[in-house]
């Protein structure tokens, strides 16, 4: 079966391009369609995950859903592919629908595996309350694999890349500026995340969770309300009106644990809890569990941990 | 301006999330249905707000049965002028949307909004669908939105940061935090809601693309493992090699 694996090179290879190739390996031959100014010779290290060939647009940067749009699908007709995967960043949240219906194509979005033995793929529903397995009616799919659902494998070697000219056309969407934060490891694709809420008293007070961060080289992240009280942007608000994340360490200190948070962190493989309160509800969604005060425990912690990466970890 | 914005239903955020039919639907024994909140909170308060500054109509819709109309009516009374139902049971996102599009094309509007996502599936998808479907630009989790005649600018979340952008109206936006504020609805829109116009509207044919088989709960965590506060040594050394994630 031919599988094509859109990636978003933009700002170099990061594990979650990695992730979605191997993901297309396991369904079948892989051709990758990025856009934009990656060398060849790092679209090549594709392969090293499975990709047989990279297709990259040069014509233009990938800002915009609708030229993105109509390069996938010239892609995909030219490789004849059946089957077309994302992962479940921003760009994929705006493309992948468009793509759905210009190719008439079924949409999974937020699927967390492969497709199993029924030919169902397994994706998040209720904010991570459950799980749907969901089947396509159409004569093609798309997947968009929600970042650190599955473990990168290396079993191949460089592949070719060549140019393509997916037709872009004209842009619907004008970019004025953006604005990144520097250095800061996007939430969504983080392996590791420390989280506080409002234990934490005051803005004054995040060095602490910041430390820790530092040390483990981890995402920081936050409860809603010390979102909307203006504490922490509300990039790092997680919950089920904020982000979903999965990552495979969640830290979380001062916070009480109330339904709509646990919705957005429960698919985090291992969660640490740190409460001054025996009886908050977020022990019974923990791992490990420290009754504590985070003012004490934090920098605890943080110092525990430089010493464990010191010793060479 | 004239501005659709689509809403949808979701079970209440505190509802015990359960299936039956042999896990094929969900259980909506004693839940309770709220507006879903990126809708509510962000999209339809925006409209309104632009509306308020600038004048115009906002026209809520949304694809669901008679029994919806309870959720339809929730959500005038936050404002809008009136609402539209399209008839149908919404099986999958692009049902949903070529319904709206649809209804969109016929009756043209200069944008269109929805929440960035739903919080009973998820799936960020119908925004886009309606944005192709109506060949216009789609601006997607989208933070602010500023109106200057037939250009908007925005600020929409990217990968790890923030964009400013333009778009020309007629344009499709999805909404999130940072778009407006949420409203309580009084009683004088409560009354008001009960009398605005709700028109019903039949469904158009479209193929159904995808299906939710069934549904399966995550397995229950094992009891949580106590730490001495003053021991976080030991917590690093289960955390790399018993958890194995460090
Ligand atoms: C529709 C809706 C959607 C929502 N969506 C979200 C969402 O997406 N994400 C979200 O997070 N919330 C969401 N909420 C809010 C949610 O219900 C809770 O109110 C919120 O998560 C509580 O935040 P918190 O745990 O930081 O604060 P609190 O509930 O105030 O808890 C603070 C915790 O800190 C502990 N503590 C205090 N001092 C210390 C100390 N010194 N050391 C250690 N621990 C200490 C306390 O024991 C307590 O457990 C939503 C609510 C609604 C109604």
């Known amino acids: 079966m031919s599988v094509l694996v859109y990636i978003n090179s933009k700002n170099g290879l990061h594990k979650s391009a990695f992730e979605t190739v191997t993901y297309g390996k396991k369904l079948g031959d892989v051709t990758v369609i990025t856009t934009g100014s990656l060398?060849?010779?790092?679209?090549?290290?594709?392969?090293n995950y499975g990709a047989s060939k990279v297709l990259v647009d040069r014509s233009v940067e990938g800002d915009d859903d609708q030229q993105l749009t109509r390069i996938i699908a010239s892609a995909?007709?030219?490789?004849?592919?059946?089957?077309?995967?994302?992962?479940?960043?921003?760009?994929?949240?705006?493309?992948?629908?468009?793509?759905?219906?210009?190719?008439?194509?079924?949409?999974?979005?937020?699927?967390?595996?492969?497709?199993?033995?029924?030919?169902?793929?397994?994706?998040?529903?209720?904010?991570?309350k459950a799980f749907g397995h969901v089947k396509v009616n159409a004569s093609r799919t798309i997947i968009s694999l929600l970042p650190n659902s599955i473990q990168p494998q290396e079993n191949g070697?460089?592949?070719?890349?060549?140019?393509?000219?997916?037709?872009?056309?004209?842009?619907?969407?004008r970019v004025i500026s953006t604005k990144k934060p520097e250095g800061e490891i996007p939430l969504p694709e983080a392996e590791l995340v420390v989280s506080a809420g409002r234990g934490l008293k005051g803005p004054e007070n995040w060095g602490l969770v910041e430390d820790l961060a530092a040390a483990l080289g981890a995402a920081t992240a936050c409860s809603r309300p010390v979102a909307d009280i203006g504490w922490r942007p509300h990039h790092e608000h997680v919950g089920q009106t904020g982000v979903a994340i999965r990552p495979n360490l969640y830290i979380a200190a001062g916070i009480s644990g109330a339904i709509q948070h646990l919705a957005g962190v429960n698919g985090s493989k291992v969660i640490v809890v740190i409460n001054t309160d025996s009886e908050a509800p977020f022990f019974k969604a923990a791992d490990y569990g420290v009754i504590g005060d985070a003012f004490e425990v934090l920098p605890r912690l943080t110092e525990a941990v430089k010493k464990f990466r010191s010793s060479g970890h | 301006m004239k501005i659709l914005v689509c809403i949808s239903k979701s079970p209440d955020t505190t509802s015990k999330i359960s299936f039956t039919e042999n896990s094929t639907k969900f259980d909506e024994n004693g839940v309770q249905y709220i507006v879903n909140p990126y809708d509510e909170w962000y999209a339809l308060v925006r409209a309104l707000e632009i509306k308020e500054a600038n004048g115009g109509n906002v026209t809520i819709i949304s694809v669901g049965s008679a029994g919806d109309e309870a959720v339809i009516r929730k959500a005038l009374a936050i404002?809008?002028?009136?609402?539209?139902?399209?008839?149908?049971?919404?099986?999958?996102?692009?049902?949903?949307?070529?319904?709206?599009?649809?209804?969109?094309?016929?009756?043209g509007f200069d944008l269109v909004l929805t929440g960035k996502e739903t919080i009973n599936y998820n799936g960020s998808q119908v925004g886009g669908m309606i944005a192709e479907a109506l060949d216009q630009p789609f601006v997607s989790v989208a933070t602010k939105m500023d109106v200057n005649g037939t250009t908007l600018t925005l600020e929409r979340e990217i990968n790890g940061g923030i964009e400013v952008v333009e778009v020309n109206t007629p344009a499709v936006v999805s909404c999130?935090?940072?778009m407006a504020e949420q409203r309580i609805p009084n009683m004088r829109g409560i009354m008001a809601a009960r009398t605005k116009p709700l028109q019903v509207v039949a469904a158009v044919a479209v193929d159904q693309m995808t299906t939710y088989v069934n549904y399966t709960m995550p397995n229950a965590k094992s009891a949580c493992k106590m730490i001495d506060p003053s021991n976080m040594d030991q917590l690093v050394e289960l955390l790399h090699n018993e958890a194995k994630v460090i």
Do not use: W
């Not at chain 1, 079924?106 to 529903?125: F, M, R």
């Not at chain 2, 919404?90 to 070529?98: E, K, L, V």
């Open chain 1, 39 to 47: 060398s060849a010779d790092q679209l090549s290290t594709l392969g």
């Open chain 1, 76 to 128: 995909a007709d030219a490789c004849s592919a059946i089957t077309i995967i994302f992962s479940h960043d921003l760009v994929a949240k705006a493309v992948a629908p468009r793509l759905s219906v210009r190719l008439k194509a079924g949409l999974i979005s937020g699927a967390i595996n492969v497709p199993s033995a029924d030919g169902t793929v397994p994706v998040n529903v209720f904010s991570g």
């Open chain 1, 157 to 173: 070697s460089a592949c070719s890349v060549e140019d393509f000219n997916g037709n872009a056309g004209s842009a619907g969407v």
């Open chain 2, 79 to 107: 404002g809008a002028d009136d609402a539209v139902r399209i008839d149908a049971d919404p099986t999958d996102a692009y049902f949903a949307a070529m319904q709206i599009a649809e209804y969109a094309k016929t009756n």
């Open chain 2, 176 to 178: 999130a935090k940072g």
